[in-house]
Each structure stands twice: as structure tokens, then as C-alpha cells.
Nanobody, 124 residues
Framework: QVQLVESGGGLVQAGGSLRLSCVASGRTFSSYAMGWFRQAPGKEREFVSG????????SYSDSVKGRYTISRDNAKNTVYLQMNSLKPEDTAVYYC?????????????????WGQGTQVTVSS
């Protein structure tokens, strides 16, 4: 079992920044890859970013590439999502997820555990 708890969401103006955190517990953190997804009202959940077990491999959706940075600190059992140059279309509930296979794909079905989500709202 893996428990994931996100934090760091909030209300920010367009062009601003937020950093999301996701603290994991229950299994050795460095044994699984991590991903961030988001879901806006009326839309399907979409991949945002993924990171490998060691943090050496990262991936991003085209919509956030160059603006978001994913990182992890295995000593703190935490994955981060630094979000810069935020846009109103980034408004969504953001979820972190754990992939025990270590692949950190773009497909939500690949992930085994999910956090409860944190709301990010970007005003224009």
C-alpha cells in the first residue's frame, strides 16, 4: 500500500507560480515512479508530468513543457511540481500518482495509487 498526500494548491493570478508537493508513505519511495495528472471540470483526467524512480528521467505534456518542472527527493519521500507562468487553462484539480512498475507513462491506468488531489485555480 502507498498513501499519497498532495499540498500546495491555491488561487494565483495568471503569470504566477505555485509549487505542489506530494508526500508518500507505506512503501520504499525510491522503488516506484511518480506522476502528476490534472482534471478540469467537465474534462477527462490528463497527464501532466512523470518522473522515474531515481529522478533521472522526466517527461511532460506539451501543454506544460517549459513551464512546469517535476522533481523528487527520495530522502523526504516527496515529489514536487513547480509550476511557473500559470495560465487560466491550468486550472484543475492536480493529483499525484505512484507507478509501481517504474514506467511513469502518460496513461492513468498505469498508476497504482492516487492522492486525493489539490485544487489549483488561476485567475485571469
Amino acid at each position: 500500500q502507498v498513501q499519497l498526500v498532495e499540498s500546495g494548491g491555491g488561487l494565483v493570478q495568471a503569470g504566477g507560480s505555485l509549487r505542489l508537493s506530494c508526500v508518500a508513505s507505506g512503501r520504499t519511495f525510491s522503488s516506484y515512479a511518480m506522476g502528476w495528472f490534472r482534471q478540469a471540470p467537465g474534462k477527462e483526467r490528463e497527464f501532466v508530468s512523470g518522473i522515474s524512480r531515481s529522478g533521472g528521467i522526466t517527461s511532460y505534456s506539451d501543454s506544460v513543457k517549459g513551464r512546469y518542472t517535476i522533481s523528487r527527493d527520495n530522502a523526504k519521500n516527496t515529489v514536487y511540481l513547480q509550476m511557473n507562468s500559470l495560465k487560466p487553462e491550468d486550472t484543475a484539480v492536480y493529483y499525484c500518482a505512484a507507478d509501481l512498475s517504474g514506467l511513469a507513462t502518460r496513461y492513468s491506468s498505469s498508476y497504482d495509487y492516487w492522492g486525493q488531489g489539490t485544487q489549483v485555480t488561476v485567475s485571469s
